[in-house]
């Protein structure tokens, strides 16, 4: 790993713990173990850094490459499979637990370097959702609507598992699904 990722991930670790405003560039710096200015070097700014924390790092490709549906069983109920989507897709966001901690908090702060990716890692979510439901449980007659449902209990339970964070993921996980399931079957 070189300099500038490293920068990059101590960036994302300290700042999805108390927020971009929260950290300075001295901080980071003596994080990373190197001067200030090898961070200007970088970054010319703390914006800078934030949206190259977003942008770069391709957070979104590699969320939507982690939801792979493999082994799912096309004779198993629609419940089952709309559940086993879910899961995978949760299992998914929980790979990148600190960018989306990041981009909620930083949208929360109405942050503006952080709204467009956080707007297209939104639409990233909406699209990969609609994608697998049309693939995995094509009975459902109103896929737009169920993957809008879908992310929102994604959302759901990523904000329960912040503010409850010893509450076991797998038991959240199955609370939202289950949710899922029965708001829409």
């Known amino acids: 790993m070189n ?15 108390e927020g971009s405003a929260a950290m300075s560039m001295r901080q980071l710096a003596q994080a990373c173990g190197v001067q200030v200015a090898a961070i200007y070097h970088y970054f010319p700014s703390k914006d800078a850094l934030l949206q190259s924390v977003f942008e770069e790092r391709r957070y979104d490709t590699r969320l939507a490459s982690q939801v792979q549906v493999a082994g799912l069983e096309a004779e198993a109920d629609v419940p089952e499979r709309l559940r086993a989507v879910f899961n995978l897709f949760w299992s998914g966001a929980l790979e990148e637990e600190d960018v989306l901690r990041l981009l909620l908090g930083e949208g929360l702060r109405n942050q503006a370097v952080a709204l467009p990716t956080g707007s297209a ?10 994608s697998l439901l049309e693939q995995y449980v094509p009975e459902i007659q109103d896929t737009e609507t169920v993957s809008e449902v879908f992310v929102a209990q994604i959302f759901a339970g990523f ?5 409850q964070p010893d509450l076991d993921t797998d038991l959240v996980a199955s609370r939202a699904a289950e949710v899922l399931v029965r708001s829409v079957l």
């Open 159 to 163: 904000i329960q598992h912040i503010f």
């Open 121 to 130: 890692m939104l639409e990233l979510f909406r699209t990969g959702v609609l």
């Open 3 to 17: 300099q500038r990722e490293r920068i990059l991930d101590e960036a994302l670790r300290l700042m999805s713990a």
